[in-house]
């Protein structure tokens, strides 16, 4: 999984107020309509405070007189998997980018390709205890495509986002497997549910509930892990 942080910069007719609204109401939208095209798995908007004009001030007199804060920043997580053709990822980056021209100052806002490494901040872990580790291991990694962190005899620890792991552990004594695990539930957001739904049948996946969308606004399919896991892969479907 690749994170691009984009440091972006209004512009000059527009207010910083005007230009967050955009962002957040206009173009956020555009974006999420993208992403399973673009293998766009995360998206986060940074606002720059609107009132913290002294703070800001004191930052660049700090710094020795450094340049106006940045208006806010995009970060984006990718996938290499994505929905669709090459033609139509260049379409979709086509029709951002046209949006873009729309409210940011591009000549002026940078973007750069990161390696995450925490220094603090907790990971939380969901451990799943099983029999067949390798069995486990291939069917979640296949799925979601998620990177392997760690990995030793009978486990591995996979990376389902910045803070957030899967452990899969074989016949462990202090965790022994639980036959079905029933009453756990494993939910992953993701950005095409329908694809996920076909991979998942060509896979062989056991399917306990295919695509349906939900009285709440999301569309949802149940899968069945080897071990008897239920996990739900979810998607927020536009409003309107």
Known sequence: MRKLVYALRRLPHLSREDFQRYWREVHAPLVAERAPVLGIVRYVQCHTLLDMDDAHEGF????????????????????????????????????????????????????????????????????????????????????????????????????????????????????PPQPSLDGTTFVVEVPDVEDLHRRAVAAGATVQRPPTTTPWGHLMTILRDPNGLAVVGFQVLPQG
Do not use: C
């Open 60 to 175: 660049r007199l700090r710094n020795g007189g450094s340049p106006e804060p940045f208006d806010g920043f995009a970060e984006l997580w990718f996938e290499d998997r994505r929905v669709g053709t090459a033609d139509d990822a260049a379409a979709a980056a086509a029709d951002l980018l046209a949006d873009e021209r729309n409210f940011i100052d591009l000549p002026q806002s940078p973007a750069t390709l990161t390696a995450e490494h925490h220094v603090i901040g907790a990971e939380r872990r969901v451990l799943i205890p099983t029999a067949d580790h390798d069995a486990t291991a291939a069917w979640h990694r296949g799925l979601f495509g998620w990177e392997v962190v760690r990995d030793w005899p009978g486990g591995t620890l996979l990376s389902v986002d910045d803070h957030t792991r899967l452990e899969i552990l074989e016949n462990s004594e202090d965790f």
